[in-house]
């Protein structure tokens, strides 16, 4: 996510997540235009564009009031959606990048910074930043670790509920005509007091974490994956409304070093066995992440080829050269000190092929080992969002890899997700996993059209030439992509679910002046795209979509920045109504809320003296204005809200890098402090739904 983070931890120029390693040549837009494509029916409640510019966001059915089920509330605003104050421009700028910055309606909290002990009756001490230590390993694997990024809220009585809808639907199936009892299903009601909360802790740079610009020992080492990995940590609200942690069994740390299982199709794949026999360990660069209908919370790993190096002499093969795999890595040096992670050691050959998964969780459950599911592929997951059940019964799952140039993904189990759990299997080991292929309508170009989810098993011959097995296509889901067909997009982020069952998609920024990577298509319609937009995708089966683009980040702007460079009649830069106050750029982490509501976080430099921030959409009316702001260096990520929507968790991510000098948050301003990713948790004042 991070979109300088090559250079931060390695020295490089060139960033990793923003030079593509696709080299496919998969058919590029450009000759898609040319050709003769049946335009399927449009997007619902879709805007078409005014003239040969995109004005505005699109709008798209908001459903107010209704939710997805599983005990969701009602909005108690009748007045507009996104009704709250924004922060204004001039008071964002004026915090100077020190402090995180609130809309006048809002309020935030800060909770569990990094060093924080994950249960406070451990005697485990808090680190606070002092600038001369840093936690000891040991201590750190019982701390909450840095990058905090993709989080989750799990209420106490969440199992208790799915238990009981379970109950009724075991009911159903022997008693067909009780469809009554159907109605009580998801309307349990759910805890916003106390709960589980799960934290990704992305990455963590050498400076900020060890003090040193590289490791020097095993030990720095360690202390340096105990950063990484997950926070499952049990929180209470306090009856004055603060949130602090609490003692549970439940509470535990996931690293890298941690003990983890793999199910599904590869799970006993020879391409995950070394010779070393090391039992599987950790997972790594935990970026988003989502929630399924069954109560478990999954992490998706996404840059972990950054870990990796050689000490000795090594080549690439073809597939690991397709995942951005190194000789120096992103500079961590891990593979200098702990074998498992060095390239050029026969022993650990495959070890690589260990990370780059969606990993299930039990957040119920301190003893849980967690699961690498093998059937939803592997790359370089961003995020993952489930459908809900009223959509679909299938566990059904929407993915990015957070590259330039590379694709989106979906997963959809057999059958119902409760037909797999009462068959004593996992809805996310037996299933199908597809890629996106983008195309045009017939109407012109105007950001609008239609697609296909490509299969990614032996059923599809194009895929079948390249491989041999479904074990080596999941292993490899990026090669089999790459043969499928699929679109190369703008740096896939985080997708979410608007209201109507269709998919918002974020694409942060691409750039291929500088790098070459594709063509021009309708839905990477920029050339120079450092701004980003947001797409929506609506399936209309299971393997074709329609999709059209909600927004184009650089027309939140005042004036465009940009030379022209030949983008598609439609992108044209078109000045905002507001004149650039509620600008943003760089969409990243994405929420959407069962009101209508579209809540996203940025991760690049933000345009006219801002940092990354928070803003909210009325996706009926476009409207968005402006709820937070971070400090310097930092991003916005991670969205969870409790389940009366009233309180929401998310995320400041290296604020300053790191760096004492351009920010000490959360601690006061004092040049000397060393900052730490945190929680935010951010209520209004009245007490309202958040967003209202």
Not at 225 to 248: D, F, K, L, M, T
Request: charged share 25%.
């Amino acid at each position: 996510m991070l979109e300088n983070e090559n250079q931060e931890l390695s020295g490089e120029i060139d960033d990793m997540e923003n030079i593509s390693s696709n080299q496919s040549k998969n058919r590029p837009f450009d000759d898609v235009l040319k050709a003769s494509v049946s335009r399927r029916a449009m997007l619902k409640g879709s805007l078409a564009v005014a003239g040969a510019s995109f004005l505005a966001p699109a709008a798209a059915t908001a459903g107010r009031g209704h939710g997805h089920g599983h005990g969701w509330g009602h909005d108690n605003d009748n007045g507009p959606l996104v009704g709250f104050e924004p922060l204004s421009k001039t008071d964002a700028v004026a915090a100077g990048g020190k402090t995180v910055t609130i809309s006048p309606d809002y309020e935030y909290q800060v909770l569990i910074p990094w060093g924080t002990p994950i249960n406070p009756r451990s005697g485990v001490p808090e680190y606070t930043g002092d600038p001369s230590t840093r936690p000891t390993a040991e201590e750190a694997e019982q701390q909450t670790g840095l990058g905090h990024d993709g989080t989750w809220f799990f209420p106490a009585n969440l199992r208790k509920a799915l238990r009981a809808d379970m109950r009724i639907y075991r009911h159903l199936k022997r008693h067909p005509r009780a469809y009554h009892l159907k109605k009580k299903m998801g309307k349990w009601p759910q805890s916003s007091r106390v709960g589980m909360l799960c934290v990704n802790h992305e990455y963590g740079t050498n400076d900020h974490a060890l003090g040193k610009s590289a490791p020097e020992t095993l030990e720095d080492v360690r202390l340096s994956q105990a950063v990484h990995g997950v926070s499952v940590v049990a929180i209470a609200r306090r009856w004055r409304g603060e949130w602090r942690v609490i003692p549970s069994n439940k509470s535990r740390r996931i690293t890298v070093n941690s003990p983890v299982q793999f199910s599904g199709p590869a799970a006993g794949s020879p391409l995950l066995q070394n010779a070393a026999n090391n039992e599987p360990q950790g997972t790594v660069n935990n970026c988003g992440a989502g929630a399924t209908p069954w109560g478990t919370y999954v992490t998706c790993e996404e840059n972990f080829n950054g870990y990796f190096g050689a000490t000795g002499a090594w080549t690439p093969t073809a597939e690991q050269d397709r995942y951005g795999l190194s000789t120096g890595g992103f500079g961590y040096a891990w593979h200098e000190f702990d074998e498992r992670f060095d390239l050029s050691n026969p022993d650990y050959a495959n070890e690589c092929n260990r990370f780059g998964w969606c990993v299930e969780i039990d957040p119920f459950d301190g003893s849980h080992k967690p699961v690498k599911r093998t059937a939803m592929g592997r790359f370089k997951h961003e995020c993952v969002s489930f459908l809900p059940e009223e959509f679909d019964e299938r566990a059904v799952a929407y993915m990015g890899d957070d590259q330039r140039g590379d694709y989106c993904y979906k997963y959809i189990s057999d059958k119902a997700w409760r037909e797999h759990l009462l068959d004593g299997e996992s809805p996310l080991d037996h299933g199908t996993l597809y890629v996106a292929r983008f195309d045009e309508g017939t109407d012109g170009n105007d950001g609008m059209g239609s697609g296909e989810w490509l299969e990614l098993s032996m059923n599809n011959p194009a895929v079948a030439a390249e491989f041999n097995s479904l074990d080596e296509i999941l292993i490899n889901a990026r090669v089999a992509a790459d043969a499928a067909g699929a679109t190369p997009m703008d740096r896939p982020e985080w997708s979410t679910i608007a209201t109507d069952g269709g998919v918002f998609w974020t694409f942060t920024n691409n750039d291929r002046k500088d790098d070459g990577q594709g063509e021009l298509s309708e839905a990477n319609p920029i050339f120079e795209n450092k701004d980003g937009h947001i797409i929506k995708t609506m399936d209309t089966s299971d393997t074709t979509f329609e999709w059209s683009i909600f927004i184009l980040a650089r027309n939140t702007r005042a004036e465009d920045p940009m030379t022209d460079f030949g983008d598609l009649p439609y992108a044209a830069y078109t000045a905002p109504a507001d004149g650039g106050e509620n600008v943003f750029t760089d969409p990243d982490a994405a929420w959407a809320d069962p009101f209508g509501r579209l809540f996203i976080g940025t991760d690049g430099t933000q345009p006219d003296g801002l940092q990354d921030q928070m803003v909210v959409f009325d996706v009926e009316t476009g409207e968005y204005k402006r709820l937070l702001m971070g400090v310097a260096s930092d991003e916005i990520t991670g969205i969870t809200t409790t389940p009366d929507y009233r309180t929401m968790f998310t995320n400041t991510q290296h604020p300053g890098n790191g760096d004492p000098t351009v920010t000490n948050f959360p601690a006061a301003d004092d040049g000397v402090t060393i900052p730490r990713d945190c929680t935010l948790v951010v209520t209004r004042k009245n007490g309202g739904v958040i967003g209202s």
